[in-house]
């Protein structure tokens, strides 16, 4: 297809026409043409899945610096600090108060602006700075301060990311995407602990200052200059981004166009707030949260992980070494599980499985204080995180146009689920032998997850047959579809458009 051509799709797109490419002369496509937007196409995602790439350093960093203050308490921050438990447990959940509250404003922002790799790596900026400040604090207070800030500017990027690789990559090839994505997380988790053992072993006394302390300096220094490359690295929009030539920024609107029946833009009758208001009458959204919210707690595991490990009784070194296996496990079984749910096009399954062996983790866990089995459950536990990233491409999916609305779809669910990781901060009784109560509750969390997942999975299953069903009655009748154009499920009934379950 030629370069006009596909400037008349996507002009025809953005007016709100219909282009049929069969009926015009001027869009027909011949094997040739067809070879040549293969070539196209190909080009395109190789430069965006090289520049997206960039997302997961991020997202390591991100929980580098979110995290780091559960290692930093195996070697004297607690104590230095004269924090309680319930002080400590405290300076971890204050984050999440900032995080819930930038959430959903950071990404109406995001769908607004034309250059979100500025407005991204200027957060990661001010939050790499904000997490070497940790380093100085010398007090509860002072650390409760710097935490609720952390979380506050952090709240850009997570939500953001995804939106961002949403107006990119199709709904069959978004969830790999965003496991290549939730792997920065995972890897963060063997990697911080590495990390962790490196400097908590090798740098305390250096420059009269506790390891603890140079652990903060040096994560937040790498932050702040990965920040300046992203603002030049990391894509923006299929319509302006730089680096792209014209036709693969064509072709990246038109596939698009053709995943889910109109343009992945905003009508531009639509206010600020439209996007809101439309995601607060959505039903579905609601549901959502309250299962990723039981899931979180569920997996609240994770801010704890080098403590749980420490169950094995080792010294703090083989500790954080030993930490990191179980991640790794998890990364390698998250991409699998991510490449066949976008293979397949489906999405309960590849959630409720993770989460089904994390629970035999647990049991386990609860079950048997032997050496060899608790590290086995740790395995199983860490890897329930591959349903946990098939959980957000399934809010992408379910919520595809307008993008405004997607927009606050993902930052409302993903900003209510941080509430599991306030009430998670209190799940795990630090004096408690075995943390046999606390794996009973998160067990109890998995299980409501489950139970959520599979009621949207019916909510989505009866909106199918729905649009199924008024498909074949409006083929009858053509003109409706015209007389109902701003109607979104009028447009996907015409387009065939389905939700995935």
Same mark, same amino acid.
């Given at each position: 297809m030629?370069?006009?051509?596909?400037?008349?799709?996507?002009?025809?797109?953005?007016?709100?026409?219909?282009?049929?490419?069969?009926?015009?002369?001027?869009?027909?496509?011949?094997?040739?043409?067809?070879?040549?937007?293969?070539?196209?196409?190909?080009?395109?995602?190789?430069?965006?899945?090289?520049r997206?790439?960039?997302?997961?350093?991020?997202?390591?960093?991100?929980?580098?610096?979110?995290?780091?203050?559960?290692?930093?308490?195996?070697?004297?921050?607690q104590a230095?600090?004269?924090l309680?438990?319930?002080?400590?447990?405290t300076?971890l959940?204050?984050?999440?108060?900032?995080?819930?509250?930038?959430?959903?404003?950071?990404?109406?922002?995001?769908?607004?602006?034309s250059?979100?790799?500025i407005?991204?790596?200027? =957060? !990661?900026? &001010?939050?790499?700075?904000?997490? /070497?400040? %940790?380093?100085?604090? +010398?007090?509860?207070?002072?650390? $409760? *301060?710097?935490?609720?800030?952390?979380?506050?500017?952090?709240?850009?990027f997570?939500?953001?990311?995804?939106?961002?690789?949403?107006?990119?990559?199709?709904?069959?090839?978004?969830?790999?995407?965003?496991?290549?994505?939730f792997?920065?997380?995972?890897?963060?988790?063997?990697?911080?602990?590495?990390?962790?053992?490196?400097?908590?072993?090798?740098?305390?006394g250096?420059?009269?200052?506790?390891?603890w302390?140079?652990?903060?300096?040096?994560?937040?220094?790498?932050?702040?200059?990965?920040?300046?490359? =992203? !603002?030049? &690295?990391?894509?923006?929009?299929? /319509?302006? %981004?730089?680096?792209? +030539?014209?036709?693969?920024?064509? $072709? *990246?609107?038109?596939?698009?166009?053709?995943?889910?029946?109109?343009?992945?833009?905003?009508?531009a009758?639509?206010?600020?707030?439209?996007?809101?208001?439309?995601a607060?009458?959505d039903v579905?959204?609601?549901?959502?949260?309250?299962?990723?919210?039981?899931?979180v707690?569920?997996?609240?595991?994770?801010?704890?992980?080098?403590?749980?490990?420490?169950?094995?009784?080792?010294?703090y070194?083989?500790?954080?070494?030993?930490s990191?296996?179980?991640?790794?496990?998890?990364?390698?079984v998250?991409?699998?599980?991510a490449w066949?749910a976008?293979?397949t096009q489906?999405?309960?399954?590849?959630?409720?499985?993770?989460?089904?062996?994390?629970?035999v983790?647990?049991i386990?866990s609860?079950?048997t204080?032997?050496?060899?089995?608790?590290?086995?459950?740790?395995?199983?536990?860490?890897?329930?995180?591959?349903?946990f990233?098939?959980?957000?491409?399934?809010?992408?999916?379910?919520?595809?146009?307008?993008?405004?609305?997607r927009?606050?779809?993902?930052?409302?669910?993903?900003?209510?689920?941080?509430?599991?990781?306030?009430?998670?901060?209190?799940?795990?009784n630090?004096?408690?032998?075995?943390?046999?109560?606390?794996?009973?509750?998160?067990?109890?969390?998995?299980?409501?997850?489950?139970?959520?997942?599979?009621?949207?999975?019916?909510?989505?299953?009866?909106?199918?047959?729905?649009?199924?069903?008024?498909?074949?009655?409006?083929?009858s009748?053509?003109?409706?579809?015209?007389?109902?154009?701003?109607?979104?499920?009028?447009?996907?009934?015409?387009?065939?458009?389905?939700?995935?379950?």
């Amino acid at each position: 297809m030629s370069v006009e051509a596909n400037k008349e799709i996507v002009a025809a797109s953005a007016e709100g026409r219909d282009v049929d490419v069969e009926a015009d002369p001027k869009l027909e496509v011949s094997e040739e043409a067809k070879a040549h937007r293969a070539k196209v196409e190909k080009s395109l995602k190789r430069k965006l899945d090289a520049r997206c790439s960039l997302f997961v350093i991020i997202y390591i960093l991100n929980y580098l610096d979110r995290n780091n203050i559960s290692a930093a308490r195996l070697k004297g921050l607690q104590a230095d600090l004269k924090l309680s438990n319930t002080d400590y447990s405290t300076c971890l959940s204050i984050l999440y108060v900032g995080y819930i509250l930038m959430q959903v404003p950071s990404n109406m922002i995001v769908n607004r602006i034309s250059r979100p790799s500025i407005y991204i790596g200027v =957060a !990661m900026l &001010l939050w790499g700075m904000i997490s /070497t400040l %940790s380093g100085v604090v +010398t007090s509860f207070g002072g650390m $409760v *301060a710097t935490r609720f800030c952390l979380g506050f500017v952090e709240a850009a990027f997570l939500p953001g990311a995804l939106l961002i690789l949403s107006k990119w990559y199709t709904r069959r090839e978004l969830t790999l995407r965003n496991a290549i994505l939730f792997g920065g997380n995972l890897i963060s988790n063997a990697f911080s602990s590495l990390v962790a053992a490196g400097v908590l072993s090798n740098m305390n006394g250096v420059l009269g200052h506790a390891a603890w302390r140079w652990l903060f300096y040096i994560e937040g220094a790498a932050t702040m200059f990965v920040a300046i490359l =992203a !603002m030049f &690295l990391l894509p923006d929009l299929p /319509t302006n %981004s730089r680096g792209f +030539t014209e036709e693969e920024l064509q $072709v *990246a609107q038109i596939r698009l166009l053709e995943d889910v029946g109109e343009a992945d833009q905003d009508s531009a009758e639509e206010g600020v707030f439209d996007g809101l208001f439309m995601a607060v009458k959505d039903v579905k959204i609601y549901l959502m949260m309250l299962t990723l919210t039981a899931y979180v707690i569920g997996l609240s595991f994770n801010a704890f992980f080098p403590s749980l490990t420490a169950t094995l009784g080792f010294g703090y070194v083989p500790t954080l070494l030993m930490s990191a296996p179980p991640w790794v496990f998890s990364v390698i079984v998250s991409m699998l599980n991510a490449w066949h749910a976008d293979r397949t096009q489906e999405k309960f399954w590849h959630i409720v499985v993770p989460i089904l062996f994390g629970l035999v983790g647990f049991i386990i866990s609860m079950a048997t204080l032997q050496t060899a089995a608790r590290y086995v459950a740790l395995f199983l536990q860490a890897q329930s995180y591959a349903g946990f990233i098939v959980f957000y491409s399934w809010i992408s999916s379910s919520f595809p146009r307008p993008p405004a609305k997607r927009a606050v779809a993902l930052a409302l669910i993903n900003a209510f689920s941080q509430l599991g990781n306030i009430a998670g901060s209190y799940v795990w009784n630090m004096t408690e032998n075995g943390y046999r109560k606390s794996y009973g509750t998160v067990t109890a969390m998995f299980g409501i997850t489950i139970v959520g997942c599979f009621a949207f999975k019916m909510i989505l299953v009866n909106l199918n047959k729905k649009l199924e069903a008024g498909e074949k009655a409006w083929e009858s009748k053509p003109d409706m579809v015209n007389k109902t154009r701003s109607s979104d499920e009028a447009l996907a009934m015409k387009k065939g458009f389905r939700y995935l379950v």
